[in-house]
Nanobody, 116 residues
Framework: QVQLVESGGGLVQPGGSLRLSCTSSGIIFRFNAMGWYRQAPGKEREMVAAITGGGRINYADSVKGRFTISRDDARNTIYLQMNSLSPEDTAVYYC??????????WGQGTQVTVSS
């Protein structure tokens, strides 16, 4: 059974940085496109970054220039480096397929809270 595990969240002050990690049992990331999503309280889940197996990358406008998605094939891990964080980035962050008709079971996510 495919499992996705997100980690690396926490409490950070505005302007700070965090790096999130996504690992999986059952998905080889270098062969599959993956995305980072977030869901803030009372809001719909939105995709903020995606990377294809071939390394093509896309970002939501709200995070362009601040977030960087990357992949370590040796560790089979997807990262999301988040810089210049603002309170608006507060959300639970998840990784999953960027294609809605190919979602895997959602993991627990990792909470990111940006607050002074």
């Amino acid at each position: 059974q495919v499992q996705l595990v997100e980690s690396g969240g926490g409490l950070v002050q505005p302007g700070g940085s965090l790096r999130l990690s996504c690992t999986s049992s059952g998905i080889i990331f270098r062969f599959n496109a993956m995305g980072w999503y977030r869901q803030a309280p009372g809001k719909e889940r939105e995709m903020v970054a995606a990377i294809t197996g071939g390394g093509r990358i896309n970002y939501a406008d709200s995070v362009k220039g601040r977030f960087t998605i990357s992949r370590d094939d040796a560790r089979n891990t997807i990262y999301l480096q988040m810089n210049s964080l603002s309170p608006e980035d507060t959300a639970v962050y998840y990784c999953n397929s960027p294609y809605g008709n190919k979602w895997y079971s959602w993991g627990q996510g990792t909470q990111v809270t940006v607050s002074s």
